[in-house]
């Protein structure tokens, strides 16, 4: 019995110490992504007129998306604009690279596509996938209401089979 509860206690320190050192590296992994993401911040110039115009399309984008929750029509061809959008991010980041200094005062257009996946495809994304939310919902909604008019044709047809 002593043996077991020696093993026991091991197994129990054993994972305490564990869970102990996987709580301080999420704890410091954190850390760095934080401060990258607040450096990425500080790095942009948001009083920028063309900025300022993007992130005005995004909220106007939203708006629609919000006031024609129930134009199903409407916001499929909206989600198809929007993924259009995203697909062609990488072909507007390297036009906007090569033409930044018509319109910014620093090149925001990397190789690599960062700033316009958060600033141009993250928006775009966010919206269709309300948009595929919205949708489903529509759509339970939808056979649900056809069930029930199934139900009352049922016992319609059944009112009048015992007449």
């Not at 998306?65 to 072909?91: M, W």
């Not at 966010?126 to 489903?136: D, E, F, P, R, S």
Request: aromatic share 14%; glycine share 4%.
């Amino acid at each position: 019995m002593e043996d077991l509860k020696a093993a026991l206690n091991e197994h129990v320190d054993l994972v305490a110490n564990l869970f102990e050192k996987l709580s301080a590296e999420l704890r410091s992994g954190f850390g760095p992504a934080v401060d990258n993401f607040v450096g990425f911040f500080h790095a942009i110039n948001w009083k920028e007129p063309w900025l300022l115009c993007l992130l005005s399309f995004h909220l106007i984008l939203l708006l629609i998306t919000i006031l024609s929750r129930k134009n199903i029509n409407f916001q499929l061809c909206l989600s198809l604009l929007a993924f259009s959008g995203v697909y062609f991010a990488e072909r507007i980041n390297s036009f906007l690279g090569n033409n930044w200094k018509s319109f910014s005062s620093q090149n925001y257009f990397d190789p690599h596509g960062l700033f316009i996946s958060v600033l141009w495809s993250g928006p775009l994304l966010i919206i269709t996938i309300m948009i595929v939310v919205n949708t489903l919902f529509s759509l339970c909604y939808l056979m649900v209401k056809w069930k029930k008019a199934e139900l009352r044709h049922r016992a319609r047809l059944a009112r009048e089979k015992q007449e």
